[in-house]
């Protein structure tokens, strides 16, 4: 169980388009998704929290004009990298948290197989 | 300020046990301690957590000192596909995780 999805794994484009990553809870409600950004070498960065429903939290630093995060559903949140950059090129992590905070168990964090987003 | 200090890499045998030690002097009393590990090009896996007695799954053991300062992490018959970086996690239910730079295991056959 506890199963996160992310479209697609690798994607290549060209500087000043825009990229969509889908990530999905597929076999529970994830109330609250996270986006991470790693890069080579690195440990994982927090860039956003989303809660279904409502507008994103981003962290320090993080632009929310140009990393435009979606979370409409309890299985769906999107991250749209707009006019992208190749210091945009990352490897973009997700991962969901089940449920309410009010059990032993919900508080972990599941986390998708990443897309890794290289731009030209 | 990192809460958590982890050795930089290790080595360990494949079939023998893996025991990957994290100190956290600073944890609270209501601080979780977690444990995930990252293959490479891979998005974290969940291992473990605890709070304050030990714990066992099928995948590992978290081993918590009675002062709650230090932990280690038993993987019993580490396989090649073990090879990763682990990260020990220390923070409040409900708190987000801060990943740190972690301990990268090399399982050598």
């Known amino acids: 169980g506890a199963v996160v999805s992310q479209h697609p794994s690798r994607v290549i484009c060209k500087s000043g388009t825009s990229v969509k990553i889908e990530c999905r809870s597929l076999d529970f409600q994830a109330t609250t998704m996270f986006w991470y950004r790693q890069f080579p070498k690195q440990s994982l960065m927090l860039m956003a929290t989303s809660n279904e429903g409502s507008k994103a939290t981003y962290e320090q630093g993080v632009e929310k004009d140009k990393f435009l995060i979606n979370h409409a559903s309890l299985t769906l949140s999107t991250l749209t990298v707009t006019s992208a950059h190749p210091e945009d090129s990352s490897f973009y992590i997700c991962s969901a948290r089940a449920g309410q905070l009010n059990s032993y168990l919900t508080d972990t964090q599941y986390f998708g197989p990443g897309t890794r987003l290289t731009v030209l | ?109």
């Open chain 2, 1 to 109: 300020d990192a809460k958590t200090t982890q050795p930089p890499s290790m080595d360990c045998a494949e079939g023998r046990a893996a025991n990957l030690p994290c100190n956290h002097s600073t944890i609270s009393g209501n601080e979780y301690v977690y444990w995930y590990r990252q293959i490479h090009s891979q998005g974290p896996q969940y291992i473990i957590h605890g709070l304050k007695n030990n714990e066992t799954n099928e995948m590992a053991s978290l081993i918590i000192t009675e002062d709650r300062k230090s932990s280690t992490l038993i993987l019993p018959h580490a396989t090649l596909r073990d090879t990763a970086v682990y990260y020990c996690i220390v923070k409040y239910y409900g708190q987000n995780f801060v990943f740190g730079p972690g301990t990268r295991l090399s399982v050598l056959p």
